[in-house]
């Protein structure tokens, strides 16, 4: 068994990385708008503001997407956009704005996946705390359910909340990202407490809201891990090394398990209790119970992974890579197999089915003499990983869909845009498109339901 015949071909953007317009037609200030205004901050004193320009060419985009013959578009809602303020009175130019991008892209054939928050903090929000209030839960679950209600006769999937790893571990931790504050280790366990809480409460009130059955998930992320071998021991060692908590309180964000089990589980992970029981904030079995609303659908982006073996202590091994280990031009390693292990692993631990919601390679990308953009080198990496998850789903893992990250070249956040994700190329002077050749390889992967892989 390889893709099944209704496997979801699809590609991924951000509203704030592709949107632009960022003071226009009564969109309100969110923390990227802020932070981005921050001498040092972003590479080159880069921001958003412009971008893409998708705001006012989301049709020349989608008819893009049309010809790369792309069946699904995962795309996030700019919360300020739409509640300018996070609450309250609604922006209308901002919401027919998604209702004409979800009308295009139906017409087009093209199926929308919403991403509710994938950080667009809404600014007026956060100087009342953000995810530290524990008023953002309704605050979060209110906007989530306002945009099903006004987009489920169309939208019918979903996901809340994107790299939740990321809001805090970027965001609070190390600072890297919008809104650029250093919290105290408390603090941090107390907003993520507040962000599943909010992923809950939004799964049950977007349910009521529902114009016609809905499918909800949530979009974390994290770097995976797999076997040095396929000895017993080594692929035990791979799956404790993936389930267990970050004992290093500076990065402590970054595990699969905290922000996971309490989900499909309803309680945190044992092993994180204890390492972390001194920054804990108080919590209720009512509050778990809410977490752990029941999802159809589980997210993971996917970029990377740790090669892990069972050391002679009997504990997980890190492998150190060797020299000249291949990276991308962001300096990540290129780790097919964790597309294999990674899903393997999840689904084995959550039985939820599972969607790649992102996986793609940075590159040096420039047009050619020409006129065109050679990319054989994203090409080569999205083959290998897409022949590791064909691989688990023969296997298996009960996986739905892959997004290729990105449909297009975007602000790619702290590095602005000196990395280059797309399928599409974005010359910024002039906002041309160009088709790179792995976006006409993709296409021809999507034409035969990855057969060739």
Known sequence: MSFKKDFVWGAATSAYQIEGAAFQDGKGWDIWDVFCKEKGKIYGGHSGDIACDHYHRFREDVALMKELGIKAYRFSINWSRVFPNGYGEVNKAGLNFYNELINELCNAGIKPYITLYHWEMPYELYKKGGWLNRDIVEWFSDYAAFIVKEFSDRVTDYFTINEPQCVIGHGYLSGNHAPGYHASIRDTFTMAHNILMAHGMAVKKMRAAAKQNIFIGIAPTGSMSYPDS????????????????????DYWAWNVTWWSDPIF??????????????????????????ISQPIDIY????????????????????????DGFPKSALDWPLTPECLYWGPYYLYERYKTPIYITENGLSCHDVISSDGKVHDPNRIDFTES????????????????????????????????????????FVDYRNQKRIIKDSGYWYKKIISENGESL
């Open 230 to 249: 396929n000895k017993p021991e080594d692929i035990e060692a791979a799956r404790i090394h993936l389930t267990r908590s970050n004992d290093n309180l």
């Open 265 to 290: 589980f309803g309680e945190y992970p044992e092993d994180g209790m204890k390492i972390y029981r001194d920054y804990l904030p108080e919590f209720s079995k009512e509050d778990m119970k809410l």
């Open 299 to 322: 997210g993971q982006n996917i970029y990377n992974g740790n090669r892990i073996k069972m050391g002679e202590d009997g504990k997980p091994q890190v492998i150190k890579r060797y």
């Open 385 to 424: 990983y897409l022949k590791q998850l064909k691989r688990a789903i023969e296997d298996g893992v009960d996986v739905r869909g892959y997004f290729h990250w990105s449909l297009m070249d975007n602000f790619e956040w702290h590095s602005g845009y000196a990395e280059r994700f797309g399928l599409i």
